[in-house]
């Protein structure tokens, strides 16, 4: 199986482009849109709508194999690339992946990803988004050169001896946190509710009591709609760094304050994502090295996600190191080609963490259901559903994908079993 063409069109994403620094600096909202001007190199506008560029890889046999260059929702934060232009991703594709791939036989996924890994355009590297679209289009199309599914690839190139099983997901509210949170219920979602609280006076308060509030609410809320006592979702909140900027970084402050939200969440697990922002990797590897520590010593059952300052391979590699997480947020967008994605996946398993395949509300169905290969057959304690931020669509999208590669993988394994 050859690669005969390779064509590149805009796309729409299941969300939108927000920039957090003029958030976190109290835009204020208006209707969907924020009011204010943006702070954050790239933006127009502090709300704008997501885009996307999908990558089509025609084969000899007339197949096609499909990948979606995106950008998270908050680019150019936390040490990420800045706002995606889709002419510069298509430059770079035509530039430098078409003369890569032109009449190149597919048969392997991670040979062909590393070489698109190695490419350079313009004396730098290729921009995250290129190599996450592109990489997700040759996993698709090395699929169907075997006649598997991508997580049978990824199963056999890298060796995972993992089972390909469900696994939990992860759903996230947006602003519509209390509807939403119902949805989740109802639906029975494995961990919930994200939250979305990423501004201080209104979403967390200045005394972190609104956060703790709607913890108390999601708890109570799950107590009330579960019909079985055994449905025990993991409640999962990120923070943006608010409580950082709420409680002046005081750690001490700021433990005792986990605490309260741990209490209020009993006797569902919390993890909580994002609580300090420090402004730098170092940085944000020794605070949350610190606060590991002090949450440790005094028994407050808080779970640690790192997200934001952990945005490639390296870095990850360096949180987990320092034991600067209980959670690794392998945001998928941010390490470019999703062999990265893999191999993060598999070092944070190996390392005893918890892995969350997670990445953006601002992907696509095509990058969702990617990733729904790669979370099952790298066996993560966590997985995003994307896009979007209605709950229905990305656990729709993600788990439907999750239940036919569960199905089809099931399906072949008895079958080579009966072959033998």
Not at 62 to 85: F, H, K, N, T
Not at 93 to 104: A, C, F, S, T, W
Not at 113 to 125: I, K, M, T, W, Y
Not at 232 to 244: A, C, E, N, V
Request: aromatic share 6%.
């Amino acid at each position: 199986m050859r690669v005969i063409d390779l064509i590149c069109v805009q796309t729409r994403t299941g969300f939108f482009r927000d920039d957090q620094a003029a958030i976190r600096h109290g835009a204020a909202h208006d209707g969907f849109r924020y009011d204010g001007s943006p702070v954050t190199a790239g933006f127009e506008r502090i709300r704008e709508p997501g885009i996307s560029v999908s990558v089509m890889l025609l084969l000899s046999t007339g197949e096609i194999a499909l990948g979606d260059c995106v950008e998270v929702q908050y680019a150019g934060a936390g040490g990420r690339a800045p706002a995606m232009e889709v002419s510069s991703v298509i430059q770079e594709i035509d530039g430098m992946v078409r003369p890569l791939l032109m009449d190149r036989s597919i048969d392997t996924f991670r040979e062909l990803a590393d070489e698109v890994e190695a490419l350079s355009f313009e004396g730098c590297p290729l921009s995250a988004a290129v190599r996450y679209g592109v990489t997700q289009a040759l996993l698709s199309a090395t699929a169907l050169s075997h006649r598997e599914t991508m997580a049978e690839v990824v199963q056999r190139e890298y060796q995972t001896g993992i089972e390909i099983m469900p696994v939990p997901l992860y759903t996230q509210s947006g602003d519509d946190r209390y509807a939403n949170v119902d949805k989740m219920i109802l639906k029975e979602v494995d961990v919930l509710p994200h939250g979305l609280i990423n501004e201080v006076q209104t979403k967390l308060g200045p005394d972190g009591e609104i956060l703790a509030t709607y913890v108390r609410w999601v708890r109570d809320r799950v107590l009330l709609l579960r019909t079985r006592d055994d449905y025990m979702p993991r409640l999962h909140f990120d923070t943006y760094g608010t409580i950082g900027l709420a409680f002046g970084g005081d750690l001490e402050l700021i433990v005792e304050y986990l605490g309260r939200l741990a209490h209020a969440a009993a006797p569902f697990a919390l993890r909580i994502e994002h609580p300090i922002d420090a402004g730098g990797r170092q940085e944000q590897i020794a605070v949350f090295a610190q606060l590991r520590k002090k949450l440790s010593a005094r028994d407050i059952p808080v779970e640690l996600v790192v997200d934001e300052w952990c945005n490639t391979l390296e870095d990850i590699r360096l949180f987990v190191e320092a034991g600067a997480a209980d959670v690794i947020h392998v945001k998928m967008p941010d390490l470019g080609g999703i062999n990265n994605t893999i191999e993060a996946l598999l070092y944070v398993k190996a390392a005893g963490l918890a892995a969350l395949c997670g990445g953006t509300c601002n992907e696509t169905d095509v990058s969702a259901r990617v990733s729904t290969h790669i979370g099952m057959a790298c066996g993560v304690d966590q997985l995003l559903a994307k896009p979007g931020m209605g709950v229905d669509e990305g656990l729709m999208i993600v788990g439907n994908e999750m239940a036919r590669v569960h199905a089809l993988a099931t399906r072949r394994t008895a079958l080579s079993k009966v072959s033998r």
